[in-house]
């Protein structure tokens, strides 16, 4: 009965890892292909005379957010300390 108790930490803690090791990836390819897309845009720009202004630009920004907001939500830590969920139970008080 004691390994069963011991035996489930370990389990959440590698579903939890298999789920962060997904994001990552996931995330890996989310950046390869705005790489990818917006260069090719950027070509087009180019090819196309280079005229005016660079409205590539507009594409790379508003995506950006999105990539930005991915990579918090991949890299970012999320747990928290004792210390922190302690001070944050006081205020509540």
Known sequence: MLTDELA???TELRERA???LKKKRDFHGHLLVYVLFNS???AVWVLT???GIFWPAFLMAFW???VVM???DVYH???FSEDAVAKEMHRLR
């Open 18 to 20: 298999i789920r962060r």
């Open 40 to 42: 090719a845009v950027a």
């Open 70 to 72: 991915n990579a918090w």
């Open 8 to 10: 489930e930490p370990d």
């Open 77 to 79: 830590d999320d747990g």
């Open 64 to 66: 950006g957010i999105g």
């Open 49 to 51: 005379g280079a005229d």
